[in-house]
């Protein structure tokens, strides 16, 4: 064994990820008819997954336009006129877009007509927790930053490294320096704690020890 991987194997992992993509996105486009699941727009489009991203697949993506996904991303630009398509789109049976419509009407209730629509938005128990996990719902003075030890503002979903070895609390664990942790999620309460697993164990993290890692890392 000298820790390579063979280059036909390579191929192979390359080859099924594709497929799996490809499959996901003609799903995603049978189920929407090509249009924005979000908007309707039928140009742009890619797929979206809904952070934090713990299921992805089918369930947990929609088909969205450019415009809709970089307004999710970035609280700055919502244009809230743009949104008022969840009008209609709010009455969707899949999930990903009604968790999706619940955070942006959360997000805009101020203006008025979104706290109308999102009275009317049922979510189940589950789903509305994982609504939540953005803090979409809380207000600007209720938002809580979370940041890792370089100041970087930390989401729910993302990755950390752990930078210093520690100690797992009641127990024997130690999560050794270097350990990645994936799919975090944010204590609500308190900026200073992260939650995540390192191998079974569900573990709360203190920010001042975790690095972000890189999107793609
Ligand atoms: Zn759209």
């Known amino acids: ?33 090509n249009a924005c699941e979000l908007c309707s727009a039928t140009t742009d489009l890619s797929i979206y997954e809904v952070k934090p991203v713990s299921t ?3 369930d947990g993506s929609l088909l969205a336009c450019s415009t809709c996904i970089s307004q999710i991303d970035n609280s700055d630009t919502t244009d809230a006129n743009h949104w008022r398509c969840l009008n209609d789109s709010m009455w969707s049976e899949h999930r990903a877009v009604k968790l999706i419509a619940w955070r942006m009407l959360s997000r805009l209730k101020n203006e008025g007509w979104p706290q109308d629509l999102l009275d009317m938005l049922y979510l189940e128990d589950a789903d509305l927790r994982f609504a ?15 940041r890792d030890a370089n100041g970087a ?7 950390v490294v ?9 127990s024997s664990l130690v999560a050794k320096q270097g350990t990645a942790v994936r799919r975090i999620s944010l204590d609500r309460e308190n900026a200073k704690y992260i ?21 793609k890392e």
Do not use: W
Not at 132 to 146: A, F, N, P, Q, R
Not at 197 to 214: H, L, S
């Open 132 to 146: 939540k996990e953005t803090g979409e719902h809380l207000d600007d003075s209720e938002k809580i930053i979370h």
């Open 56 to 58: 992805g697949g089918v």
């Open 195 to 215: 939650e995540g697993k390192v191998g079974p164990t569900q573990i709360v993290i203190i920010t001042d020890y975790v690095k972000k890692m890189a999107e």
């Open 153 to 159: 503002i930390l989401q729910a979903g993302d990755s």
């Open 1 to 33: 064994m000298n820790g390579c991987l063979s280059k036909e194997f390579n191929k192979c992992i390359f080859v099924r990820l594709k497929i799996y993509t490809m499959s996901l996105e003609s799903e995603l486009q049978v189920r929407s008819s």
């Open 162 to 170: 752990l930078i210093k070895d520690l100690k797992v609390k009641g």
